[in-house]
């Protein structure tokens, strides 16, 4: 008998996808070879490839002349790339110049213009003081009258017993010399000026004055008459009676009620007179010192109550 040929079984090969992989692993690594190469940049071997690429996907290079190692034409495909790189790493590198400062907005021309005539009126304002000061000093040192200065107005306090006699707006004789006084000073003067009358919180009833808002407004208006009448234009006062409501001492004794009882000259500063005339009617409180105040309708006519002075 002939013998059977004994036929092998062919072998099943369980590796083969380590060739695919070791394809992968290859093209991965040169992938990365040629990232590091370029990674370092060499402007001029940049520059190279650039236009090779160039060359192959949209024609011949613009120019026909060698391309020189470091060197670039301007106006290649690859210039903008490079000039941001190659600015970007110099950034990261050299220091920054350091910046200037910001300097404060500069003060507008009208600011600094009013600013400038502010300090001007409050330079004449205080040679006004100063004229009063000299012209009334005996009453001064007798605490007859008192004048307070600020930046936007001189205050003369007169106390009502050395002008009015008690429960009554009609100026005394005497007062006749305290007024012209202070007309001698203000009459030459452009300022506004307001004359407010005060009374202390003893209510008063009478047939000429209903309340203390009365009397303190007449006799406001008594002094104001005397001021035009020795030379003060009438154009620049203005009359305001505050009864009881400003007190400069206490109520509860004879001597705090007798230096309520008052009435005050008041000499705007010529920025308040530029700003209106109605501001003549604005408490002085509510004036800020040192400040130009913006024209503005100031507030109404004073409000009524009750009030007595002597």
């Known amino acids: 008998m002939g013998r059977r040929a004994h036929r092998h079984e062919e072998h099943t090969n369980h590796e083969s996808w380590a060739i695919p992989y070791g394809d992968l692993i290859t093209l991965l690594l040169a992938f990365f070879v040629v990232m590091y190469a370029i990674s370092s940049v060499n402007a001029g071997k940049y520059r190279v490839l650039s236009d090779s690429l160039y060359t192959a996907f949209r024609g011949t290079p613009r120019t026909l002349q060698p391309i ?64 009063l000061e000299q012209a009334m000093s005996d ?60 009374t202390d919180n003893v209510p008063i009833r009478t047939a000429v004055f209903y309340s203390n808002w009365e009397l303190s407004a007449a006799r406001a208006g008594s002094v104001v008459r005397m001021l035009a009448a020795h030379g003060v234009a009438p154009q620049r006062l203005a009359v305001v009676g505050l009864g009881e409501e400003h007190p400069i001492q206490t ?46 309708t100031p507030p109404g006519p004073v409000n009524s109550g009750t009030e007595h002075a002597t």
């Open 68 to 131: 020189q190692t470091g060197e670039k034409e301007v106006g290649s495909g690859s210039d903008s790339r490079l000039q941001m790189m190659q600015g970007q790493s110099r950034s990261l590198v050299l220091p920054q110049p350091n910046k200037a400062a910001p300097q404060p907005p500069a003060v507008p021309q009208e600011v600094a213009a009013r600013g400038q005539a502010l300090t001007q009126a409050s330079a004449a304002l205080g040679k006004v003081a100063d004229q």
């Open 139 to 198: 009453l001064v040192a007798r605490k007859l009258v008192s004048i307070h200065r600020n930046d936007l107005w001189v205050a003369v306090e007169i106390r009502a017993d050395i002008l009015f006699p008690s429960g009554v707006a009609q100026l005394s004789p005497n007062a006749a010399g305290v007024i012209e006084q202070v007309a001698g000073v203000l009459a030459p003067l452009p300022n506004a000026i307001r004359v407010e009358g005060h």
């Open 251 to 296: 109520n509860d004794t004879p001597q705090g009620r007798n230096a309520n009882r008052r009435v005050t000259v008041v000499i705007l500063s010529t920025e308040l007179t530029d700003a209106g005339s109605t501001l003549l009617g604005t408490p002085r409180e509510q004036v800020a010192p040192a400040a130009v105040p913006a024209p503005a």
